[in-house]
């Protein structure tokens, strides 16, 4: 039997978690102002969709646009706050100008975390070199998971990238999920589940009507009964 793939849904609000939830979304990505690709919510918001929903929430690290850390001494407070109000695992990522992985910013916000579950977001998409950035980081504690589209431009061009990481699995560097999200369309699915990818990320392809209106649920059941209906 072929393992069931995880469909990861972008959430803004309580409504949206709802909706993906009842679509049959396994997990939801939490973020706000989606204008600049998605920052921290409010520890409101966070609390508020943790008692609507019981399936789980990784919850964005990310004061503003672009991949620098900024003020980490803040993100470190911020870590706190979510986390007290009920978020146990989270997204972040952060590159220094060269585009190599911020490594001090990472381990001190990853401290901040204490083992709890965390993806290394699209910022792995912008490194000048996404195998060093893995070896980098292979060790932290509680990283499970790299979204990526194996390009900036996105899965079209990054289709090849994701087939060969996905090839390298086991590898230092390599053990964590790929969660591929990033200009993800329901036909990319097959060759994707084909070649042994198992986990899905979807923001606007959940949203009929763009970013200014809500998550479908029945868009989230229509990617639910695909990747349902594609053997890994």
Same mark, same amino acid.
Request: glycine share 14%; net charge negative.
């Given at each position: 039997?072929?393992?069931?793939?995880?469909?990861?849904?972008i959430?803004?609000?309580v409504?949206?978690?709802? =909706?993906?939830?009842?679509?049959?979304?396994?997990?939801?990505?939490?973020?706000?102002e989606? =204008?600049?690709?998605?920052?921290?919510?409010?520890?409101?918001?966070?609390?508020?969709?943790?008692?609507?929903?019981?399936i789980?929430?990784?919850?964005?690290?990310?004061?503003?646009?672009?991949?620098?850390?900024?003020?980490?001494?803040?993100?470190?407070?911020?870590?706190?706050?979510l986390?007290?109000?009920?978020?146990?695992?989270?997204?972040?990522?952060?590159?220094?100008?060269d585009?190599?992985?911020?490594?001090?910013?990472v381990?001190?916000?990853?401290g901040?975390?204490?083992?709890?579950?965390?993806?290394?977001?699209?910022a792995?998409d912008?490194a000048?070199?996404?195998?060093?950035?893995?070896?980098?980081?292979?060790?932290?504690?509680?990283?499970d998971?790299?979204?990526?589209?194996?390009?900036? =431009?996105?899965?079209?061009?990054?289709?090849?990238t994701?087939?060969?990481?996905?090839?390298?699995?086991?590898?230092?560097?390599?053990?964590?999920?790929?969660?591929v999200?990033?200009?993800?369309?329901?036909?990319?699915?097959?060759?994707l589940?084909?070649?042994?990818l198992?986990?899905?990320?979807?923001?606007?392809?959940?949203?009929?009507?763009?970013?200014?209106?809500?998550?479908?649920?029945?868009?989230?059941?229509?990617?639910?009964?695909?990747?349902d209906?594609?053997?890994?």
């Amino acid at each position: 039997m072929s393992k069931r793939a995880v469909l990861e849904v972008i959430a803004l609000d309580v409504e949206d978690a709802v =909706a993906a939830q009842a679509g049959g979304a396994d997990r939801l990505e939490l973020v706000t102002e989606m =204008a600049a690709d998605g920052l921290t919510p409010s520890a409101a918001t966070v609390a508020g969709i943790r008692a609507a929903v019981d399936i789980d929430l990784r919850v964005m690290l990310r004061l503003a646009d672009g991949f620098a850390a900024g003020d980490v001494d803040r993100l470190v407070g911020v870590a706190a706050e979510l986390r007290e109000a009920g978020a146990d695992q989270f997204v972040l990522g952060f590159l220094d100008g060269d585009g190599a992985v911020d490594l001090a910013a990472v381990e001190r916000v990853v401290g901040a975390l204490e083992g709890c579950p965390w993806t290394f977001h699209r910022a792995i998409d912008r490194a000048a070199d996404r195998d060093a950035l893995r070896r980098q980081l292979a060790g932290l504690p509680g990283l499970d998971t790299y979204l990526t589209a194996g390009s900036p =431009a996105g899965v079209d061009e990054g289709l090849p990238t994701l087939l060969a990481e996905t090839r390298r699995c086991g590898e230092e560097g390599y053990e964590q999920t790929i969660l591929v999200g990033g200009g993800l369309r329901l036909e990319h699915v097959p060759p994707l589940r084909s070649a042994g990818l198992d986990a899905f990320h979807i923001g606007g392809a959940a949203r009929p009507l763009g970013w200014h209106g809500p998550v479908s649920e029945g868009a989230v059941k229509e990617w639910r009964r695909v990747l349902d209906g594609t053997a890994g």
